[in-house]
């Protein structure tokens, strides 16, 4: 599972900075190839990010590669 949410606390915070300011975390971008195989686009980037932000704010975790997997359906049967 894929499941991101933001830090439950400021301690956990700090280390998740610390870990990104030492080069061991990874770009929205990086972590949608990751999941997805291919190198996404600009706007699927901004849209994963608004969902992560939203997601933060409401203090829910997301499944972000089932929300990957329903954007990719949704966008088949528009295409």
Do not use: C, N, Y
Request: glycine letters at 4%; charged letters at 35%; proline letters at 3%.
């Amino acid at each position: 599972m894929s499941s991101v949410r933001a830090p439950k606390d400021e301690d956990e915070e700090v280390r998740a900075r610390l870990l990104a300011m030492m080069g061991r975390g990874q770009s929205v971008a990086e972590v949608i190839e990751q999941i997805t195989g291919e190198t996404p686009d600009d706007d699927l980037v901004d849209l994963v990010t608004a969902r992560l932000r939203a997601a933060s704010e409401d203090d829910e975790a997301l499944d972000l590669a089932a929300f990957l997997r329903e954007h990719e359906s949704w966008m088949q049967e528009w295409a």
